[in-house]
């Protein structure tokens, strides 16, 4: 992908401030930080979304996002930790490469990651829960 922004970071062409690499996968600090050390967890290969990225590559990405959330806690302090992955532009992904956010919380740090509950009936939940069993 040639003009995929993480691709280029992946390839060496645009800097990062690289927290972890290995052969499959890259970590390295979002510029734009919801919080001190938030860190993104990338596969070198382009695959758009947690959707279509290989289980195996899938697994070791969230081995890697673990060791990065444990350091976050070792090293930064961190006393909580939000992983969260995005996927298409309806949910908030600007950049079109899986990555999975790893955003360090500490107590009182004014950061709202808020999910509103929606009120939601019985029979509805029955519903969607048969529809997403039909999917797996
Ligand atoms: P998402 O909205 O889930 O696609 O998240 C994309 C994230 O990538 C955002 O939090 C951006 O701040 C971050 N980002 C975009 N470009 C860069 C870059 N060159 N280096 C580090 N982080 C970046």
Redesign the pocket.
Known sequence: MDSC??CK?ARGE?P??KVYEDDIALA???????NKG?T?VLPKEHFRDMTTCPKDILSHLFSVAQLIAQAQISQLGATGINV???VGAS??????HF?I?VIPRYDNDGLELSLPPQKIGEHDLLLLADSIRKGI
Not at 28 to 34: R, S, V, Y
Not at 91 to 96: A, F, I, K, P
């Open positions: 922004v993480f970071i645009i990062c401030y390295f600090l979002d510029i734009n930080p919801a938030h993104l969260i992955t995005n949910s908030g992904q600007s950049v079109m990555h956010h």
